[in-house]
């Protein structure tokens, strides 16, 4: 490409133009001092490196770092497809109060392990504490206070918590969903009566138990 | 500024002012009488008049005792014994007594049957039983009113509704209040009450009856068939409650620029009576026997006299549930309803009818 844009003068071309060839190193020689003589004020080694034209470097990379792979992992199922597989339903068959009984007596030993022995001079706080972390499957919970009137009085063991709701299965054998917003309950252990106030606990149970409990808003309904 | 300019606004007021004669056919004094349920106090006022007659004596000694209890349960209320012996046979009245209608719980009972529970926010929410929120808190409801049918109730003692009412008053959340009874029968099983709310210290009351005399009473000149008055001829509905109201008071009719207390003036034009005959009559009254005494001073113009018309004024309980029939009353700066008649010699009336600012039109 030089070449088609670049030649050098054929002897009878410059003769023609009238230019004289120098030697190469005369050439140089004259470059030299013809810059020297334009740019008075810079060093020889300025000079150079202005004629080398170094690349200035934006980015400075030590290694290559590898691009981080997206995993592949189970998606999960929505809660949608979760209600449509019935996995957590009980079976008509299965809902009797009867069966449930056993379920609460272990629930009762599994809060008296928790609080070391349920005596009646225990201090309530510390009650309160463990229970706020405890799981209540299998608790004996009634409703004392609520916005909606017909629910007030529904008492029965809680079969399944959800983060929004308490699924209770009374002694008439009737399945009970009761939210958990705008009510109280009432838990009974051993004389030690305790209310939940349903506004403040709405979370899934296995989250209740690392959540740190802060006392904001009202207790009002 | 809204809340400056709001407190500086008066509480409605609403006066109701009716016209008619006893003799029509479609006159509502009667009903009106007698659905206005808890009367506290009755007066009467006769111009021209020195003494009693008999019969009006009789009657105003004879109004009738009334009774109050303490602590009574509110499931005594709905026992199967109580409606079948009280509500049933008669008229019964039962309104609590020393609650506030704008803070307290408060229940009433009509002569119709129905119970009535006018009851704070965290009470309703505790009860549990069916009811609505009152027309007369704000945005956020602080009260709510829930209403039992105690004949209905009566008909099916089985019924879940019965079951459930019942447990609420036992169980969950047994409310006790101190009320004030009157019963209206018409057997002759005078001392039932007292045996049947022994436990709960019942005692009788009679009514306190104030007779007076006012002389030289200044009372200005009616005439029947106008209620908005003439100018020159006689004075409208308003201007006569306005006077009755402080011939009520005994305030000064003279418009004296110096008296601090009232600068009140009879309305115009008036005439000075020699003497005026005032009975006030105070306690928990029946509406039945209010209408007896309204029939009674009707007569009063059977024979001819000097008074060119008599009134009869009856003032309910501030703290009262409910007003006329089952309309709703509370209280705001001042829980008044009350009603007044003015009977003239032509057995025409006037019939003027006041409530205050948390409460409906009256029918």
């Known amino acids: 490409m030089k070449a088609a844009i670049y030649h050098a003068f054929s002897h009878k071309e410059a003769k023609d133009h009238d230019v004289q060839e120098l030697g190469s190193q005369r050439a140089e020689a004259f470059v030299r001092a013809f810059l020297k003589q334009s740019i008075p004020h810079m060093s020889q080694e300025d000079c150079e490196s202005h004629l080398q034209r170094k690349a200035v470097i934006l980015e400075y990379f030590t290694r290559i770092k590898p691009k981080p792979r997206p995993k592949k992992k189970s998606k999960g199922l929505s809660a949608k497809q979760r209600r449509d597989m019935r996995l957590f339903d009980i079976k008509p068959e299965q809902q009797r109060y009867s069966l449930f009984l056993p379920l609460h007596e272990l629930w009762k030993q599994y809060i008296r392990d928790l609080c070391n022995g349920l005596k009646p001079d225990t201090q309530p706080q510390m009650i309160q504490a463990k229970l706020l972390k405890a799981d209540l499957h299998g608790a004996i919970i009634s409703v004392t206070k609520s916005k909606c009137p017909s629910y007030v009085g529904v008492t029965g063991i809680l079969l399944q918590e959800t983060k929004h709701v308490f699924k209770i299965i009374t002694k008439e054998d009737h399945l009970k969903v009761i939210p958990k917003l705008n009510c109280v309950f009432t838990i009974e252990i051993d004389d030690f009566i305790s209310y939940i106030y349903g506004s403040k606990f709405q979370l899934r149970a296995s989250e209740r138990s690392a959540k740190k409990f802060k006392a904001k808003g009202s207790i009002d309904l | ?363």
């Open chain 2, 1 to 363: 500024m809204a809340t400056l300019r709001r407190l500086q606004e008066a509480p409605r007021h609403l006066l109701v002012c009716e016209k008619s004669n006893f003799g029509h056919d479609k006159s509502r004094h009667k009903h009106l009488v007698e659905t206005h349920y808890h009367n506290y106090r009755v007066s009467f006022l006769i111009p021209e008049c020195g003494l009693l007659s008999k019969e009006l004596k009789s009657l105003v000694m004879d109004i009738g005792p009334y009774y109050s209890v303490k602590n009574l349960p509110l499931h005594e209320l709905i026992t199967d014994e109580f409606i079948n012996r009280f509500v049933k046979k008669g008229s019964f009245s039962a309104l609590t007594y020393n609650t506030s209608i704008d803070e307290d719980n408060t229940v009433a009972l009509l002569p119709n049957g129905k119970l009535i529970l006018s009851l704070d926010k965290d009470t309703y929410e505790e009860t549990g039983l069916q009811g609505h929120p009152s027309r007369y808190s704000g945005r956020k409801s602080m009260k709510f009113v829930i209403s039992i049918d105690l004949m209905d109730l009566s008909l099916n003692l089985d019924s879940k509704k019965y079951r459930r009412i019942s447990w609420s008053f036992k169980e969950k959340k047994p409310l006790k209040f101190d009320f004030l009874l009157a019963w209206h029968h018409t057997g002759t099983e005078e001392s039932t009450m007292m045996a049947y709310f022994s436990k709960y210290h019942i005692q009788e009351h009679q009514p306190k009856v104030a007779l007076s005399t006012v002389r030289e009473l200044q009372c200005p000149v009616l005439r029947s068939s106008g209620l908005a008055g003439e100018p020159e001829e006689a004075c409208s509905a308003l201007e006569f409650f306005d006077w009755l109201g402080a011939v009520f008071c005994s305030a000064d009719l003279n418009n004296e620029p110096y008296n601090f207390i009232s600068t009140y003036c009879c309305p115009q034009p008036s005439a000075v009576v020699a003497q005026a005959f005032l009975c006030t009559i105070t306690g928990f009254i029946l509406p039945e026997k209010i209408h007896v005494l309204l029939e009674q001073l009707c007569h009063y113009f059977d024979e001819p006299k000097l008074a060119p018309w008599v009134t009869l004024t009856v003032q309910g309980f501030a703290d009262s549930p409910v007003a006329w029939r089952e309309k709703e009353h509370g209280f705001h700066k001042g829980g008044e309803h009350l009603y007044n008649f003015v009977v003239f010699n032509n057995q025409d009336y006037w019939l003027q009818m006041a409530v205050g600012a948390n409460d409906d039109c009256p029918p």
